[in-house]
């Protein structure tokens, strides 16, 4: 009972930003919004909170939670933020994790951070890592700790790392359709490549944090360059999806089985030649275009 509850607050808040921060703001081109009908056309709230795929709902649904127990000060962010002098002398070894999933008090900032989840997450879950359900979740989990590596170095250390997992979300989907037009705020129009870089420099325009976002951007391009660019040169990727986390998705029934990837024959699919890493779809279309600088990896908006 009380998932589903959360769940139908989940639903509830990221329909009603979507609405009006696309409305007020801008924020998404008409060109993303057509790519996602397919899982927004809902004809009720908990229709659209089934139809998520399932680590971008686990992990949308545990930020939204973490911040409502915040606000009703049932949880104090102190208790659960990243500080180093805890984790190694006190052995308080759960803000390793916890951190994570905290984006901040209810503002304008946790509402379009959570409507990143909804938008781009479930964009990367539904399109590049279609059936690839561990390779997603082997995605987040790498991210994770890179960025809690990072946070360990004095001049990159955050108490909370949610947004820069967020914003690494939006980093690898902006790889991923580089020539999507975006329309940031209604003022600037401009591709899919830059918009990371376009949301940093906003961030620096209204004082907010630069550090999580910066975070976010290195832990993106690192999992991008290493499961993808580095492939792709030397057909050679050190980045595989372990055994470990297959037989977690297959033991709990996350999404499409391993046997079902390896039925799709993608690229990068299990089994394959590039390795578990690489992106790929069995639905996936190429994309045609004489701009190589920004080709990505050939995935329609639209598919």
Partial sequence: MGRNVLGREFVRCSLSLSLSLN????????????????STNMSSPGEYYNSLPPIT???????LLATTLAQLGLLAPIHIALIPEFVFKHFQVWRLITNLFFLGGFSINFGIRLLMIARYGVLLEKGPFERRTA??????????????????????????????LVFMLLYLWSREFPNANISLYGLVNLKAFYLPWAMLALDVIFGSKIMPDLLGIIAGHLYYFLTVLHPLATGKNYLKTPKWVN???ARFRIGAPVAAVRQAGGVG??????????????HAQPESSTNTAF?????????
Avoid: H, N, Q
């Fill in 57 to 63: 709902k686990a992990y949308g649904t545990l930020c």
């Fill in 135 to 164: 390779d997603f979740l082997w995605m987040m989990i790498f991210g994770s700790l890179t960025l809690l590596v990072l946070s360990f170095i004095p001049f990159f250390w955050t108490p909370f790392l949610g947004v820069s």
């Fill in 23 to 38: 409305k007020k703001l801008g924020l998404f081109s008409a060109s993303e919004s057509i790519g996602s009908s397919k």
């Fill in 269 to 282: 699919a299990v089994g394959s030649g590039t390795g578990g890493g690489a992106y790929s779809s069995a």
């Fill in 295 to 303: 080709r990505g990896r050939s995935y329609r908006l639209t598919d």
């Fill in 247 to 249: 037989k977690l998705v």
